[in-house]
Each structure stands twice: as C-alpha cells, then as structure tokens.
C-alpha cells in the first residue's frame, strides 16, 4: 500500500498545476561568444537580409539574454514551437545550424527564374 502511495504521489508531481499550465523552461542555455554575438547582431540588424534569417539571428540573441521560448515567441509574433527548434539547432550546430538544410521530396515544378505565368500562357 506505501508503495502505491509514494507511486501516486510521484506521478501527482509531474501533473501540471491545478490552475494552468506547466511551466516550459528550455534544457538548451545559449552562451555566445564574441563572434557569434557580433555576426547574429549584424544579420538581425541587416536590411537586406532575408526574413527568416533575421528571425532565427533573434531568436538565438533573445535566448542568450536569458528569454524562455514563450516570452521570445511573444516578442516575435512567431509559433513557440519554431522558437524552440532555432534553439536546439543553435544549440548543438552553433551558427552552422542556422543555415537552410536541404529539403526532401520532389523537386519545384516551375522553376524560379520564368515564374508561373510564363507557364501559363504557354498552353
């Protein structure tokens, strides 16, 4: 019966609070060193950078002040589920990891340089 008790409690130990949510704190802490702090500042203040970029270069400043994914999520207008994906890949690539990977499946049909229209009214 004590046995089953300390069980009961154990697993009562994990449930979330009774009034909401479980808190979610990264296991990835990011630690910049000089290098990398300058370029992901200089990528995420770059104009002509694309979006994505600048996005992932904040996600990882933000997550070396100390932000959990939620509050980094909220300041970005972004899921916090990419938030938490840019961390770990940060985490254990470092600035390589923030790099586009290439993508499976079948390849693009129109290709980027004619465009769709021109597709199109070939018919």
């Keep these: 019966m004590a046995q089953a008790a300390g069980l009961l409690h154990a697993l009562s130990a994990s449930l979330p609070p009774k009034g909401g ?3 979610r704190t990264s296991p990835y802490q990011i630690r910049l060193s000089k290098t990398e702090r300058a370029t ?16 992932r270069a904040r996600i990882v400043l933000y997550a070396a002040v100390g932000l959990s994914n ?4 909220a ?8 938030v938490s994906k ?3 890949r940060f985490f254990e ?3 390589d990891g923030l790099e586009e990977r290439e993508r499976r499946g079948r390849p693009a ?4 340089r004619r465009g769709r229209r021109d597709q199109i009214t070939r018919v």
């Design 70 to 73: 939620d509050q980094i999520a």
């Design 109 to 112: 049909r129109f290709s980027p």
């Design 21 to 23: 949510k479980m808190p």
């Design 86 to 88: 840019w961390r770990k």
């Design 40 to 55: 992901l500042e200089a990528l995420a203040r770059k104009y002509t950078s694309p979006y994505r970029e600048v996005i």
């Design 93 to 95: 690539q470092r600035l």
């Design 75 to 82: 300041r970005l207008d972004t899921p916090r589920q990419i």
